[in-house]
Nanobody
Framework: QVQLVESGGALVQAGGSLRLSCVASGRTFSIYAMGWFRQAPGKEREFVASINWDWNTSRTRYADAVKGRFTISRDSAKNTVYLQMNSLKPEDTANYYC??????????????WGQGTQVTVSS
């Protein structure tokens, strides 16, 4: 079992920055990837970013909507992943969810999920 706890969501102005954090605990040896998804009211949950560290490599992926603005990173010693969000836009407003699994893909949902943290970007 893996538990994920997110933090960092806030109300910010367009053009501002936020850093989200997600701390994993429990059977963390069983996960090799973590990522972020978001869901706005009335919309489906969508992929934002992921980092996979299997095979002693570190691979990152980003949704087209956030490329160049968001950066995902990992602190292995703290079992924590971060999402640095810069140049925020009102369309980034959503509940952001941390996720973890052996791998993070866009074709299958991750096994473990956090509770979500709200990001609101004002214009």
């Amino acid at each position: 079992q893996v538990q994920l706890v997110e933090s960092g969501g806030a109300l910010v102005q367009a053009g501002g920055s936020l850093r989200l954090s997600c701390v994993a605990s429990g059977r963390t040896f069983s996960i090799y990837a973590m990522g972020w998804f978001r869901q706005a009211p009335g919309k489906e949950r969508e992929f934002v970013a992921s980092i996979n560290w299997d095979w002693n490599t570190s691979r990152t992926r980003y949704a087209d909507a956030v490329k160049g603005r968001f950066t995902i990173s990992r602190d292995s010693a703290k079992n924590t992943v971060y999402l640095q969000m810069n140049s925020l836009k009102p369309e980034d407003t959503a509940n952001y969810y941390c996720a973890a699994d052996k791998a993070i893909t866009t074709t299958a949902p991750p096994q473990y999920w956090g509770q979500g943290t709200q990001v609101t970007v004002s214009s």
